[in-house]
């Protein structure tokens, strides 16, 4: 905006003052003409009483003395052909002026001053001034010149003022655009300080007023989303007293196991719902530890439908650029569509390794396929969720990768997560 507020100032202070200048220079370049003219006219004037009263000698004199003190060449043309000073062959112009008419013209040596002078015994004689092209335009160049530069300052000057008037436009305008993407970046809490002209006020106002709006709606979702969160609870305590109740220990064991985690995945989604700030360091997990105690915990039920497990971990630490939580999230959702989608008693193999700076866990089973847009989130041709291939997607995103669906060896469903390194608070 700055650049073109300049151009439009610009042309339009080089359009006028050409349209000022121009005509001041022609006008210019006119006087300096018409001065020099008055000035040899005047000259040829002051020898009239000479030339129609004097004998030849005197009006020799008189005109190599004037041609002298003027540096302008001097000519009388005397009735009877006899040419005194400058010894140049009659003109058009000298032979109308000998019948009384006096004139000026212009010639290839520069401007005539043709004179007729009457009263003489013997007839008319002419006087002739030629003024030359640098007296004629003596002076012009520097007015020129000074014109020219008055008219650059101006530009500048215009430039200058048009560049002080774009920067009260377009720092509101900057300032607006870093406050709406540090909102896209879930700062919510960044306002921006009305400024410039009323209209950027009243965006910066409406701006404001989005950003508490939303705020406002975010809160009172994850307001609700933990109250019902919070809600599970008391479910989940009855079934860890029911799982106190069996006889069997193994049995009481595992469920209340697995009451435990289901407990700790609803305080870690309260805690979350009601964080309101993104943490202060990067994020950062090791995939190694994370998928391997997640397909031990899966490995229980495979064992009850008679589903064969078959576990390909690279040898750890494999840090990646997501939370533990939400690369536990991400398995689960993962194994969970295997046991979802799959008869029982079909096998399914999980393989965890690096790949090029990326770290790659592949899902992949023996079943009918995955069905028709099961990364749509929300959708799902199974009668579930349709979230957990979503949540994959997101925590791969969350690391700098993606993921990808395609067949399995034998025509099953294969999921690949690929998870990028943890980034470094400077790059974060």
């Known amino acids: 905006m700055r650049a073109r507020l300049a151009l439009l100032v610009a042309a339009v202070s080089v359009l006028t003052l050409i349209a000022f200048l121009v005509p001041l220079a022609l006008l210019v370049r006119t006087v300096a003409e018409d001065r020099a003219t008055v000035r040899a006219t005047a000259d040829a004037q002051s020898l009239v009483p000479v030339v129609g009263t004097a004998d030849a000698a005197t009006i020799r004199l008189t005109v190599e ?15 009877d052909g006899t040419v005194l000073g400058a010894q140049t062959p009659r003109t058009p112009a000298v032979a109308l002026a000998a019948r009384g008419q006096s004139l000026t013209g212009e010639s290839a040596a520069g401007r005539e001053v043709v004179i007729a002078v009457q009263g003489r015994a013997d007839g008319t004689g002419v006087i002739r001034i030629v003024v030359p092209q640098h007296e004629l335009t003596a002076g012009v160049t520097r007015a020129w010149l000074v014109l020219a530069l008055l008219g650059v300052i101006l530009v500048l000057i215009g430039l200058l003022v048009a560049d002080r008037l774009a920067r009260t436009l377009v720092r509101p305008i900057s300032d607006l655009s870093a406050v709406s993407h540090r909102l896209a970046n879930a700062e919510l809490d960044a306002r921006v300080t009305p400024a410039g002209p009323p209209e ?16 406002v709606l975010l809160v009172q979702e994850r ?8 809600q599970l609870r008391t479910p989940l305590t009855a079934l860890r007293l029911e799982a106190e109740s069996l006889r069997d220990p193994e049995d009481a064991a595992r469920i209340t196991a697995a009451a435990d985690g289901l407990e700790r995945a609803v305080t870690g989604l309260i805690r979350q719902a009601r964080w309101r700030h993104s943490p202060a360091g990067p ?43 939400d690369l536990a999230a991400a398995v689960d959702a993962l194994l969970g569509n295997v046991f979802a989608h799959t008869p029982d008693g079909t096998s399914f193999a999980v393989r965890l390794a690096p ?53 399995g060896p034998r025509d099953g469903a294969q999921v690949l997560l690929r998870l990028g390194p943890p980034t470094s608070p400077r790059q974060a």
């Open 65 to 79: 003395q004037l041609a002298a003190e003027s540096g302008r060449p001097v000519s009388v043309f005397l009735p």
């Open 200 to 215: 950027l006020r009243e965006v910066a106002g409406a701006l404001n007023h989005l950003a508490t709006r939303i705020q």
């Open 223 to 230: 307001e609700q989303v933990a109250d019902l969160s919070h």
């Open 283 to 325: 994020a950062a997990s090791d995939a190694a530890a994370i998928v391997a105690d997640r397909v031990a915990f899966w490995s229980v039920l495979a064992e009850d439908t008679g589903r064969a497990v078959t576990l390909d971990l690279a040898p750890g630490p494999l840090p990646v650029g997501v939370a533990a939580d």
């Open 355 to 407: 790949d090029a700076g990326e770290v790659v866990l592949s899902v992949a089973d023996e079943g009918p396929g995955m069905p028709a847009g099961a990364v749509r989130r929300g959708a799902s041709a199974a009668g579930s969720t349709g979230l957990g291939l979503d949540i994959a997607r997101r925590a791969a995103q969350t690391a700098g990768g993606r993921l990808e669906l395609r067949t």
